[in-house]
């Protein structure tokens, strides 16, 4: 049987990892800024995870949600005293869309309405109503189209206030990344988000936080939203929540009252995903990693504003972006294959770096040495 040939693949092998390194089948090595895409939040196979899930597979890794499963409650007490948001309640599932899509189901649920506010270059998941809420016609499905997704241009208040003025009775919600992944590292203005607090709270709308790949501490806060000084009434998480181990959840505020049946998932909030989720939580306290990803962020933004030709450096924390000029488009590859460093890419011209948060200081040092010569080598065959 073929697999389902949908992903352009390195043609790279990776068989073990550690830290922010990974290693291919030919014992090559690699520093690894892409954290297999936001996903590697404390480090690659940790200590203290490793024990925490292999501790937990001995005992049990399965049971439904028919049972209580007291390790949830334990991750919703630690997640809300690290995230700030204590009297939010949790719901528990395993990927970014599919947090997303229960945001957008919750708030649709709480106001009775149907319209959701996007913003272009959104990028919020695969599932139905999250890839409907996503900025790429490539990806939506005809089935997908529901004509009950607005989408606005990013960061511009007077496009909201006056879609608000015309529809706001209609509006059941507002998601929004607060630092675009996909779209190419655009941080929400604080401004924007205050804004989209304010007409939430004036129009009965819901104003959701994708924090999918922004959140858990890559922007040097728990919540990049959180820079704006307001609160989101959800917030979606998925990708460093179980640094690797699939888990995602919404924290939903007080005003939400549950009722059975009214989300639910086989596999959310199982035994091992709160394990890893606990340990990951455990991890990024007691290493202090959200003031490490504050310190190397900067350190790594400074440094690559003295890189000739880097332009456009943008970010917070340990989500950076920067955007390269079209004579140095072959750079990420070139950092690949003669340095041997993974980061990511925004199409058409975007470098992004999501480093594990435990980066080292030489690592980030190490980076921007390879990034001088590839882009001296570039300079001088195009000179
Ligand atoms: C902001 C954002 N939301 C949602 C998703 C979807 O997450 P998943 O791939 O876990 O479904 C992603 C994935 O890249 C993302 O970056």
Known sequence: MNLFDVYPLNDITIVKAKGSYVWDDKGEQYLDLYGGHAVISIGHTHPHWVKRVEEQLEKIAFYSNSVRIPLQQQLADMLGRVSGKEDYQLFLCNSGAEANENALKLASFYNGRKKVIAFSKAFHGRTSLAVATTDNPNIVAPVNETGN?????????????????EQGGAISSVIIEGIQGVGGINVADDSFLRKIRSLCDEHGAVY????????????GKFFSHDFAGVSADIYSMAKGMGNGFPVGGILIAPKFKARHGMLGTTFGGNHLACAAALAVLEVIESEKLMGNAVMIGKYLREELENIPGIQNIRGRGLMIGFDVPEAMKGLRKNLLGNQKIFTGESKPNVIRLLPSLALKKRDAEDFIEAMKEEVGLMQNANA
């Open 149 to 165: 997704v607005i989408f606005l241009p990013f960061n511009d208040e007077e496009a909201l206030e006056k879609c608000f003025a």
């Open 208 to 219: 959701i936080a994708d924090s999918v790949q922004c959140g858990y501490g890559r922007s």
